[in-house]
C-alpha cells in the first residue's frame, strides 16, 4: 500500500465558515508536512546541469545532469524513500512530458525529499535552482539581434514561435513600464502581449510575435533577386496553396514566409530556403477576405519577426522567452 496523503491523515477541510476549526486543520497539516517531509531518506541523488552527466552514478561527486534522468529514475522507483539535491545557481530548460501532466518534472513517488545543494569547491550561488520552459535567451544590447524600427518599437527575426516573453534575472526593468514596480519571483517581469507591430509601438511593457511574417515592418534581408509566387484560393476566398514561378535567389535567413497580399487575416505558409532560392512553401493558414476562386493573388516574402516596447529607445534588456 502506498503513502498515504495528508488528507488522509487528517481528513478533508472544513468548511470555509468554521474559521476556528478550520485554523486547527491547517496547523495540523503544517506539522504533518514538516514533521513527514524532513525526515531522513534511503538515499541521496545530485543533479547539475553545470556539472553533471547522465552518465554518472547520480552522486555528489559524479552528478546527474539532466531533469529527463531525474524523471526516468523517479519512475523506475515509484517507493520512493530517497532525498534529490537540485545544484544551486543551475537552471534547466526542458520540454515537459504529455505523460506528465505537461510538468517538466513529475514526483509521482511517495517519500521524496527535493532540495539544494552547492557544487563541491565552488561558492554558494545566491540563486536556487531553477526549472523552466523559458528555453530562449536574448541577452541585451543592439549587436544581440534587436534593431530599433522607430519610438520605442524594437523588433528581431525569431523564427522559433514566442508565446510568453519577460525580462530575465535580477535587473530592474524601466520605471516607464506600467507595472515595473510589481516584484515576481526571481526578479523576472512578464510582458503584455499585442495585436501588430503599430499597436506594439503605442503601448509599452508589450510584446507580439508575427507568425505569419505580413506586417509591414516584417521584412526580410533584401534578395539578389525577388520571387515570382502566386496564389490560389477557393470559393470561400481562403488560400489553398501557392505557385512558384521563379524562386528567385539570394534569400538569407531562417522563418522565412510567403503571404498572399490583399485579404482580411493573412493566408500564409513556410518558405523552404535551398541554396538562396524559395523552392517549396508549407501552407499554414488559409486567411480570409480574398477574391473567390482564383490562381493569380498576388505575395510577398515575409519574415517571422518578435517585436518589443520595453519603454525605451535604448538597447533592450536580457530577455526570456518560450
Known amino acids: 500500500m502506498g503513502a498515504l496523503t495528508y488528507q488522509q491523515h487528517l481528513g478533508n477541510p472544513p468548511l470555509m465558515t468554521d474559521v476556528l476549526a478550520l485554523r486547527k486543520w491547517g496547523q495540523n497539516r503544517r506539522d504533518y508536512i514538516y514533521n513527514y517531509c524532513n525526515q531522513p531518506r534511503g538515499a541521496s541523488y545530485y543533479v547539475s546541469n553545470s556539472t553533471g552527466s547522465d552518465t554518472n552514478a547520480g552522486t555528489i561527486a559524479a552528478p546527474w545532469k539532466t531533469i529527463a534522468k ?59 535552482p531553477l526549472i523552466s520552459q523559458f528555453s530562449l535567451k536574448y541577452n541585451s544590447g543592439t549587436n544581440n539581434g534587436w534593431t530599433l524600427v522607430s519610438g520605442n518599437l524594437w523588433k528581431r527575426a525569431e523564427s522559433n514561435i514566442i508565446g510568453y516573453l519577460r525580462f530575465q534575472g535580477y535587473g530592474v526593468p524601466p520605471s516607464t513600464l506600467p507595472f515595473w514596480n510589481q516584484w515576481l519571483e526571481a526578479n523576472l517581469y512578464p510582458l503584455g502581449v499585442g495585436t501588430s507591430s503599430s499597436d506594439i509601438e503605442s503601448n509599452a511593457g508589450k510584446f507580439w510575435y508575427d507568425m505569419s511574417g505580413s506586417d509591414s515592418n516584417s521584412t526580410p534581408p533584401t534578395p539578389t533577386t525577388a520571387a515570382t509566387i502566386t496564389a490560389t484560393s477557393n470559393a470561400s476566398g481562403n488560400i489553398t496553396g501557392f505557385t512558384i514561378t521563379s524562386g528567385g535567389t539570394g534569400y538569407t535567413g531562417s522563418g522565412l514566409t510567403v503571404y498572399a497580399t490583399g485579404g482580411t487575416t493573412p493566408g500564409w505558409g513556410y518558405a523552404t530556403i535551398t541554396s538562396g532560392v ?3 512553401i508549407s501552407l499554414q493558414a488559409g486567411g480570409t477576405g480574398y477574391a473567390a476562386s482564383s490562381t493569380t493573388l498576388p505575395t510577398a516574402v515575409g519574415q517571422q519577426t518578435l517585436y518589443l516596447n520595453f519603454g525605451a529607445a535604448t538597447a533592450p534588456p536580457a530577455m526570456e522567452a518560450l
Request: aromatic content about 12%.
Open 70 to 128: 531525474l524523471q526516468s529514475f523517479i519512475n523506475a522507483n515509484p517507493s520512493g524513500n530517497y532525498a534529490i539535491y537540485l545544484a544551486r545557481g543551475d537552471e534547466w530548460n526542458e520540454a515537459p512530458s504529455a505523460n506528465q501532466n505537461e510538468f517538466i518534472l513529475w514526483v509521482n513517488a511517495a517519500r521524496v525529499t527535493i532540495a539544494d545543494y552547492t557544487i563541491p569547491g565552488g561558492t554558494n550561488p545566491p540563486r536556487k
Open 278 to 280: 524559395i523552392t517549396a
